[in-house]
């Protein structure tokens, strides 16, 4: 009992629900959960808190298209960066027929603002679109930077891109058809788009289909071919914000207008990689750019404070986040925990006391065990907004199964002749639930609470695709932008504190269970 | 005393576990129930403290009639001990014994005073066994410890459910005299049951022969071995006696 106290207040002690009050309400900027929208999101950022003086902060941490277009819908963020592509093929599912770029970001601008009172900002100036992307200094290719320069015949040339373009039915096929290029079908594969770049630069392949703006063309000495004749369409980003937000905080029409065409290709291009390959923070690299424009004043600050550390290093530097975001997945995964006990703990032994209605309540536990987390998040959404809510409800479900089973069987495997013998000796149900069938129960339930701790622990990284934080934060950032130290820094001290809770929790068992038992055990 | 009138037992319509049996066994007394494997004799012990309700029939202790009050009460008054003693294996020897003391809120000192009183009796030294736990003990110490559990609230009855079924025969001799002992000393209403005819002739004041639910005889060892009432109980008596002879 006093365990459970401890714990309640360990728990309440570590959340921080309580925000800071402002008199002008912060704008809360968004972005996917990759570097570009990382960049931009800062850049927004700083322009509204220190150029325009409006409080602003930046949410940079969320997962991909669907929960960021549905958190700015639901008004958990202000505004983010989208590409008129994405808004075209992904949210409004149109077919590419127009080959207008400016038609289309119309079209996209206006279904936006009919369908979901969104408007789009004039463009920022870059088009991160596909691009065919070759090595600069391969002399085959020299002088061409139009696809429609390039021979019609591709035979001799080894392409590689992403599996999902190989597979759609709008991509590589069409695009070969529409520009008419012949291609050796032996000399064409499908491939994890992160590994596609070191191909290209180590001469496995000669010629692959990426991201116009990936930092990587810059690093690795490569350069982009056009899609001169407009077969993708244009992903222009813009910035996206509700009708509504707009009327809050008029200041964005400025904010937004400011970004009007200010960034180039070749500037993303040189963002990306001074974040992904020289591993400077986002938003040093926004501010430097903001400055070199003559938005911001101040010094560019030229040398990379980050350039070639060892991993200790990585870890120093980055400890204040560290924190922060251990924080928030021990406060996720207690917090779960703690929910799904108090509830598992009744519910496991009702049911045993109604054998009845066991079978139909196990069936539904175990199918949701079932669902991917991942899906399983998806489905929570709509129900519960992004954030920290379904991050706790999802946690709080995937505990349930190993408490409640658990506590069933452990309940449900007591010898009945100690149950009978305390029966005959004159104790009542719950004087027997209480000194006989919980204690005898112990090393079952606890076992039951060390699967779902180790689970949870686990599982929480995933609450970073909601916006929920957590260690999978790093994760999910670092697997977007090939970063293994990024991805480290939340594998590492998410297996650590699986491992350290697995620990603690076989001690407590040692105090908990009863040294009877033990030794019957040991025999 | 205890007094059994008309006591019977019927499992799902037809099984007839014990039929219309009726009994008196004077306070002070040791009554050894025995019969065939099925015979009902289990299902007669727990109908007297109630663990399984009776289809029909009254129980008397002393004056107290058991629809008089409710069950968990009931019991409270009747000690039982089962094979294997039914120890509780997460608590100690001195927790097994003063588990019931405990819930119904016996003052400690008064309870650590009793549950002393209790080891000395079965000459188990409380320095070293009272925190021992049950797989510490031998199965003889462990039959003892259930019966000293038994006698904490000091009913005045002892239910027994073949107690020393598990025992090696020099230690089942040794209890025998604790619960011979016992029954002089403390002046406690025993029913035993048991597998064993010497066992019943040794203890039993009065035995209760059952076969098919009913009592076939009931008497003192005399009666059974001087005037066995029909052929079952002859050939009942000498079976036992000369297999446990041989
Ligand atoms: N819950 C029950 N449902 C149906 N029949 C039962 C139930 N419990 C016991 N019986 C039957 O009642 C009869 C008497 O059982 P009981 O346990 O009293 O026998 P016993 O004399 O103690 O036997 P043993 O010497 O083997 O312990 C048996 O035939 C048994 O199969
Ligand atoms: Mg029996």
Known sequence: MRMYLIWILFVLSNLSFAQKSNDINPIKVGSKIFTEGQILGEMMTLVLNEKLDHPATAQLNFGGTKVVFDALLGEDIDIYPEYTGTGYVFILKKENLIRDPERIYKEVALAYKERYQILWSPPMGFNNSYALVVRKDDPRFSGISKLSQLPKDLRSFRYASPHEFMERTDGFRSFKDFYQFQFDPSQIMGMDAGLMYSALKEKQVDMIMAYATDGRIEAYHLKTIKDDLHFFPPYWAAWNFKEKTLKKYPILKEATELFHNLISEEEMIRMNAAVDEYKRSPKEVARNFLIKKGILTGKVNKKSSHSKRGVLEFLYQKRFYLYKIMKEHIQLSSLSLFLAILISLPLGILLTRYQKISGPVFAVINTLQTIPSLALLGLLIPLTGIGFVPAITALFLYCLLPLIRNTYTGIQGVDSKYIEASKGMGLTSFQILKTVEIPLALPVILAGVRTSSVIVIGTATLAALVGAGGLGEPIFRGVATINSSLILLGAIPSALLAILVDKALSLAERKLISKGLQLQEKR | ?246
Not at chain 2, 196 to 203: G, P, R, S, T
Request: charged share 30%; proline share 4%.
């Open chain 2, 1 to 246: 005393m205890i007094k059994v009138e008309g006591l019977t037992k019927v499992y799902d319509s037809d099984i007839r576990a014990v039929n219309d049996i009726s009994f008196t066994i004077p306070k002070g007394k040791i009554a050894c129930i025995i019969g065939t494997s099925g015979c009902g004799k289990t299902t007669t012990l727990k109908m007297i403290n109630r663990l399984i309700e009776p289809s029909e029939g009254k129980i008397w202790i002393d004056d107290k009639e058991c629809h008089e009050m409710d069950a968990v009460h009931w019991r409270r008054r009747i000690g039982y001990v089962i094979q294997k003693a039914g120890l509780l294996p997460h608590l100690t020897v001195r927790e097994n014994i003063e588990l019931l003391a405990k819930i119904i809120k016996r003052p400690k000192r008064e309870r650590l005073k009793r549950s002393n009183e209790l080891l000395e009796m079965i000459d188990l030294d409380p320095s070293e066994f009272a925190t021992r736990y049950p797989i510490e003990l031998s199965g003889g110490q462990q039959q003892r410890v259930g019966i000293a559990r038994a006698l904490m609230e000091d009913p005045p009855v002892l239910l027994m459910d073949e107690p020393f079924g598990a025992l090696d025969p020099i230690t089942r001799n040794t209890m025998h005299e604790e619960v011979l002992h016992l029954n002089s000393k403390l002046g406690k209403t025993f029913v035993i049951v048991t597998h064993d005819m010497e066992e019943a002739f040794k203890l039993g004041d009065e035995i209760l022969l059952m076969d098919k639910g009913e009592i076939v005889q009931k008497g003192s060892k005399e009666d059974f071995i001087n005037h066995p009432k029909n052929d079952f109980v002859e050939a009942f008596v000498t079976q036992q006696l000369n297999r446990d002879n041989l």
